[in-house]
């Protein structure tokens, strides 16, 4: 990417040292860095005008709900939402699909409905499903992977019937860095009126979405994986989908009236966002993504991919490490996944932080994944906009080091 010299000079973590060596942080997948125009975004806004918002007739609070409403509307039009009141701000992907899952499952499945879902879902896109299906009947089913780390599609369409209530489906695996072909997933589970939900949690902040063309009803995605602060993320939802959704959470600014036993709701989106909403954080959502924009959302997924692939070439040297995930870079992130030898991945993580190489190690959310690539566990190793072919050489040197510390080769 041109400019990255540049650009990782906007990122201050990224000049720290880590036992006296250049910080190479690979675990962007978890969360990402914050760049210095984010942390002052927030910083301004709390020194200039923060106030609470929807609240107040003076000044600084009007200027903080501008600001507020300001970021929705950023948001909206980072994934192409006709409407910023289609865009529910929410603590985060998680949270989204807990009010998804709970507000629109719990009041439209019925016993004997099927949540179709892929085996290689984290966990915030399982649990809800899991927890839903007990209060209700619905029974929950898995498309699986083919050995290639892809969705088995074929045998998707064979699940589809008219049972299937809702497909759920991640736009990019935090694991394998999988991405399926969400348009035609889509376009099939709409075929018998299921509803589509994705967690794009890894999706949004590598790849340009468009919401009007994704298929789906439901998207959510956090805004610490991009740049963002944490605490805050979104949940889109077409108009229709969102008025069928029952609120999850009840309490102040979410309401049209309250009588003592009983209460009406405020219009869309602000039925969903129940108290004090996290209004920094928002401005610095929106901070974010003027940062992505500037850099262009087209040039970070070509990165992302020429990291990927120069990163699969360069691990597939290291004798006896395994990588879990499609073998190039088509329809894949930059997420990858890997065992050496019989090392434990934590053995191996720390060792490599040793060499101030960051990486993930563990089950990733992704607990049936493991079970499915039968492994307790995996180190990770992510990219994002900063990174460069110098961090991937150095996670290679460290495995090499790892190595011969673990007598593996
Ligand atoms: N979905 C995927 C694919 C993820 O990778 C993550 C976080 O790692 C989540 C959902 C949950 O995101 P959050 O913890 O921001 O709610």
Known sequence: MTGLEHLRADFPVLRREIGGKPV?????????????SVLEAMDEFYRCCYANVHRGAYTL?????????????????????PDPDQVVFVRGATSAL?????????????????????????????????????????RLDFIPLTPEYRL?????????????????????????????PIPRIAEAAKGVGALVVVDGAQLVPHQPVDVQSLGADFLVFSAHKMLGPTGIGALWGRPERLEEMEPYEGGGEMIADV???????????????????????????????????KVGMDQIAAHDADLTGYALDRLAQVPQLSVYGPAGVEGRGGVISFTLADVHPHDL??????????????????KPLMRHLCVPATARASFYLYNTRADVDALVAALGTASDLFGVG
């Open 259 to 293: 009588q003592l036993h009983s209460s009406t709701w405020a219009a869309i989106p602000h039925r969903f966002e129940a108290g004090t909403p996290p209004i920094v954080e928002a401005v610095g959502f929106a901070a974010a993504i003027d940062y992505l924009e």
């Open 24 to 36: 190479h942080f690979l675990d962007s997948a978890a969360s990402s860095q914050k760049p210095v």
């Open 349 to 366: 993580a720390t060792i490599l932080d040793q060499h101030g190489v960051s990486v993930r190690a563990g089950h990733h959310c992704a």
């Open 61 to 81: 609070s009007v200027e903080s709900t501008d600001r507020y409403e300001a970021a929705r509307t950023r948001v909206a039009s980072f994934i192409n939402a």
């Open 152 to 180: 088995d599609l074929e045998v998707f369409e064979d699940k589809l019937d008219d049972d299937v209530a809702v497909v759920g489906v991640t736009g990019m695996s935090n694991v394998l860095g999988t991405i399926p």
């Open 98 to 138: 807990n009010l998804i899952a709970h507000g629109w499952g719990g009041t439209h499945l019925r016993a004997g409905d099927r949540i179709l879902l892929t085996e290689m879902e984290h966990h915030a896109n399982l649990v809800p499903w899991q927890m839903v299906a007990a209060r209700t009947g619905a």
